[in-house]
């Protein structure tokens, strides 16, 4: 008996009487879904829960999922081709070893292989937590280069405020090579660009407010090894310029990547344009700082609202008061030659921002460490609190319209109906399921092209529901579909009693179930 054709008016009978299903009373996974995302998939790494890099769509279902090795050191994410560029922690090698120390990046394609690794770790330089894709095919990477006491003194760093050593931050501009393996193309190194105010008869010497775009060697937050803790990079293709986060300064710094090796190391590579806190170079006091530990420096891209502006998720680590993390957007002042326009005596503007994000109540916001926020074509931010593994959404006016918790814990996955992880903002390691980041991809993203983009089930644990072929915890007419898509096939997701055939009793099964899941 054929039964397509009836089946078919009665499915979409059945997808006009039934309203989708609403996301009502979860504790983990999409615990909030008002509608008026922006569509499309986000990926994230957990930084210590597994191994894994999900690919999630808006409903909480894992797209596709990636297996490596070796912990992330931090940051993912997917090339135009749909492979994903990971990087990771190989663990020793190297006797620097700070926050998100990583070594290794690797990219594998869609269905996990391994196409490509590159190592840049030793004793004299380590990558760490953040890298770019460019488009011509290269990766910039930020790194460590350690320095002798000896090398820091002769810079002119004052003496005792520091260990045995100093690392300052460089950037790499890497060209992959085979299947393992890549030639640096080109390199800046902030140590070329230095500036101090302890020693005349030492080189560099100068009033720090005298040289703004240089980096004043003896400002500090500590006496860690860690001079800089560089945490975040964005390129922008239109100016061909590098944006870069130093939470230590807390300050983003901008310099030219159209520049040749030599160049960079000279004048051409001073900083073009920094923000966040004019004390460290002279031009302010304490009240005039505005960022406090903050990541994920990125640049508004063209055709989305707030463009060429930039955000930053500012983390409130040491901010007055009440500490609390805001999403701030400034508007650097740009000139028509690609360079930023600052007075004699002056900080670098604006004064103000031109927009944040603070939660209704502030301190119900806080993430000290890692996380992120990025713009979204609809105007919406997509925000990252990772130290608590929570992603959510909010629109222009600060509305909070969807928020995904991530399901691990110490124990691994969770089950639907758990009380979230514990942890809060107080620092690495504060949370089972924290995460560095959340990078959305729109649908017409080129490395979606050709893949099978079916979403399969979330990540956390349901109890089972018969029929719930989506996923989405309702049986429903988009279960229906599939099965009749599929009908008189061998398509073992539709074949519901494992017969070998979609058929009539398939369907019987379906019926049997309709309904949300309990």
């Not at 089946?7 to 059945?14: C, G, H, S, V």
């Not at 399969?456 to 018969?466: A, D, L, T, W």
Request: proline share 7%; net charge negative; charged share 15%.
């Amino acid at each position: 008996m054929n039964f397509k054709k009836p089946l078919a008016t009665l499915f979409f009978t059945i997808l006009i009487a039934v309203p989708a299903a609403a996301q009502n009373g979860n504790t983990i996974g999409v615990v909030r879904d008002d509608g008026g995302t922006q569509t499309g998939y986000w990926l994230f790494a957990p930084l210590t829960a597994n191994n894994n890099t999900y690919l999630m769509d808006s409903e909480g279902r894992v797209v596709n999922d990636w297996t490596s090795s070796y912990r992330p050191a931090n940051s993912v994410y997917l090339t135009s081709e749909g492979d994903l560029i990971r990087t990771a922690n190989p663990g020793g090698g190297s006797t620097i070893n700070g926050g998100a120390a990583g070594g290794r990046i690797e990219r594998r394609s869609w269905d996990n292989q391994l196409e490509w690794s590159f190592s840049h770790i030793s004793n004299s330089y380590r990558l760490h937590h953040d890298v770019e894709l460019l488009p011509n095919g290269n990766i910039l990477c930020i790194a460590w280069e350690s320095k002798t006491s000896a090398q820091a003194t002769a810079a002119g760093r004052i003496p005792g405020t520091f260990g045995s050593s100093l690392w300052p931050d460089k950037i790499i501009e890497v060209q992959p090579t085979g299947t393992s393996g890549g030639t640096i193309v080109w390199e800046w190194h902030a140590w070329d660009h230095l500036v101090q105010d302890y020693n005349a008869s030492y080189p560099n010497f100068g009033e720090p407010a005298d040289h703004p775009h240089r980096i004043d060697v003896n400002y500090r937050a500590n006496n860690s090894s860690d001079w800089m803790h560089c945490n975040g990079m964005d390129y922008n293709a239109e100016l061909d310029q590098i944006m870069i986060s130093s939470r230590n300064f807390n300050e983003v710094w901008i310099i030219d990547h159209e520049t040749t090796t030599a160049e960079a190391a000279g004048p051409a590579g001073d900083l073009l344009y920094r923000w966040g806190n004019p004390v460290a170079y002279d031009r302010g006091s304490t009240a005039d700082r505005r960022f406090f530990g903050q990541h994920n420096p990125e640049w508004i891209r063209p055709g989305m609202p707030g463009y060429p502006g930039i955000t930053v998720f500012n983390n409130g680590n040491g901010r007055p008061g009440i500490p609390y993390s805001s999403i701030d957007e400034v508007m650097p002042p740009i000139l028509r030659d690609g360079t930023y326009q600052i007075d004699s005596t002056n900080p670098f503007g604006p004064t103000r921002l031109s927009w944040t994000y603070v939660a209704p109540i502030p301190s119900s916001f806080y993430s000290s460490f890692i996380s992120g926020a990025q713009r979204q074509r609809n105007g919406n931010t997509l925000i990252c609190s990772g130290a608590n593994g929570q992603v959510f959404e909010v629109e222009p006016d600060g509305t909070e319209i969807w928020r995904y918790i991530v399901p691990l814990d110490n124990g691994g996955v969770m089950n639907q109906g758990e009380n979230p992880p514990s942890g809060g903002g107080g620092g690495p390691g504060s949370g089972p399921n924290t995460i560095f980041r959340a990078e959305r991809y729109e649908l017409n993203f080129a490395g979606f092209s050709g893949k099978d983009m079916t979403p399969g089930p979330p990540i956390e644990n349901y109890p089972f529901c018969n029929g719930d072929l989506n996923y989405d915890r309702m049986v429903d007419g988009a279960d229906l579909a599939i099965i009749l898509t599929n009908w008189d096939t061998t398509n073992q997701t539709a074949d519901l009693n494992d017969d070998g055939l979609v058929d009539a009793a398939d369907m019987g099964i379906l019926f049997a179930g309709w309904g949300p899941c309990d």
